[in-house]
């Protein structure tokens, strides 16, 4: 693997204010979703089979039953969103050692709110990012954006090796369930999916070596993107008057299965690698199984995803944050500096997946 790249620096995270049991939640957007008791008795099934155990929400439960329409929502989802990013920033600067005025460039990724102008630009005079600050939001890569994220602002730090960048993600997936929606995808979406935030300040490699971090936090050695033909109904938003109407088809599982395992042998093999050699999986929390799905087709045991079904079952799927967390914690459990291989992958709408391999 090549000695350098794009550092890792710091990851800060940050959960919605309102922590509850999945079972609270359950009873109470079940009122929220359906009157029906055998849709009702449905929702509870699915909600009991995600492997999720509490979630941490934007709003208390209370507030939800009040929030009437897309427009309350996306209020809500800028509100608490911004205090979320502010803390993620904060702490993953803090921990870097920067100041929001070291920061070139901030890309923001979300497919749960709309913001013009965008989240990055509404935590500037917070937080005192520079006036110059090079800004790019990004709206629907779903939950693959945490990993795309990370492996577009390397691209970006190849080109600028003493630049200094944030990619925050910010997801409040709650403000988009829907009401009055008994369909099996809204079921599983409102059982499944939390809030959250994070940011991972990222350095080129002349600055890393300046800072003398290299060896020290993982390095980005490369990545690959695929988009997956005639896949586009299996994860998506439709979008109308009442907001965005999850599209979660129930072959999410089988196209991770039929691809995923082709991809990451090819991905490793173009780097003189082999699945074998990967010591630590990133992998976003899609789902039980999803990630059952995934170990399979990587022929790895389920604790090769410990991390992962953690960090499911303690704050559910937080779309593009989700994988941001768990590389947060990997990072806590196991702190980087033998060198070894580890892959980061998440999926999304298209449907896709991105891999990004890192030296741990």
């Not at 790019?136 to 939950?143: A, I, K």
């Not at 003189?272 to 170990?295: C, E, S, T």
Request: proline fraction near 6%; charge should be negative.
């Amino acid at each position: 693997m090549p000695a350098d790249g794009p550092v890792i620096a710091a990851v800060g995270t940050a959960l919605g204010p309102h922590r509850y049991s999945q079972s609270e939640i359950t009873a109470a957007f079940g009122e929220l979703v359906t009157p029906d008791p055998r849709d009702r008795a449905r929702l509870e099934r699915l909600h009991a089979a995600t492997g999720v155990q509490t979630r941490h929400l934007a709003l208390s439960l209370p507030e939800y039953v009040q929030l009437e329409g897309f427009g309350a929502a996306n209020d809500a989802f800028l509100r608490v969103g911004l205090d979320l990013a502010e803390t993620a920033v904060r702490d993953a600067l803090l921990d870097a050692g920067f100041v929001a005025a070291d920061v070139d460039l901030v890309m923001t990724v979300t497919v749960t709110g709309i913001a013009a102008p965008g989240m990055e630009a509404r935590l500037a005079p917070r937080i005192g990012l520079r006036d110059d600050v090079r800004r790019l939001p990004v709206f629907g890569l779903g939950c693959v954006a945490g990993a795309a994220g990370i492996a577009r602002v390397a691209d970006y730090l190849v080109g600028h090796p003493d630049g200094v960048a944030v990619l925050l993600s910010v997801e409040l997936c709650s403000l988009t369930v829907q009401r009055d929606d008994a369909s099996a995808a809204n079921l599983v979406a409102s059982g499944l999916f939390g809030d959250g935030a994070a940011a991972v300040v990222m350095v080129g490699e002349r600055r890393a070596r300046h800072l003398g971090i290299v060896g020290a936090a993982p390095v980005v050695v490369a990545s690959r993107s695929r988009l997956y033909p005639d896949t586009e109904r299996v994860m998506g938003w439709d979008v109308g008057g009442s907001g965005f109407r999850v599209v979660l088809a129930p072959t999410v599982a089988d196209v991770v299965e039929e691809h995923l395992g082709g991809d990451v042998k090819g991905f490793l093999a173009d780097h003189g690698l082999d699945i074998g050699d990967v010591v630590r999986w990133i992998a976003h929390p899609g789902g039980p199984k999803v990630l059952q799905a995934m170990a399979r087709t990587l022929g790895q045991p389920d604790d090769a995803f410990a991390v992962t079904w953690q960090s499911l079952a303690d704050v559910g799927n937080l779309s593009s944050s989700s994988v941001l967390h768990v590389l947060a914690e990997s990072s806590r459990r196991f702190p980087p500096g033998a060198g070894d291989p580890a892959l980061l992958m998440a999926m999304g709408p298209g449907f896709c997946s991105e891999l990004v391999l890192l030296r741990w």
